[in-house]
């Protein structure tokens, strides 16, 4: 199987993951979500991978999704 049939596993398998977490109102659901769901395809043998040169540009994405979500409020929260 091509790279791009993989690489399309791996997308639709995510975006479904991402919806059902965002139907169930879960935190972060388009990335826990697309993550959870992508793990779970792999384990049961599904070929869904992304090529390694487009692992930086995606670990780009997921530092800043991960920093976006962070307010003023969550760090004075902290402290309780």
């Known amino acids: 199987m091509s790279w791009y049939a993989r ?3 791996a997308l639709a398998v995510g975006t479904l993951g991402g919806a059902v ?7 972060l659901p388009w990335m826990l979500g697309s ?3 992508c793990m779970i395809a792999s ?4 070929p869904a991978a ?3 040169r487009l692992r930086p540009f995606m670990s780009s994405v997921v530092g800043a999704m991960l920093g976006t979500t962070f307010t003023t409020a969550m760090i004075g929260d902290l402290a309780d």
């Open 43 to 46: 384990m049961a043998g599904l």
């Open 50 to 52: 992304i090529p390694g």
């Open 35 to 37: 993550m959870t769901a």
């Open 21 to 27: 977490f965002r139907i169930l109102h879960l935190p």
């Open 7 to 9: 690489l399309a596993v």
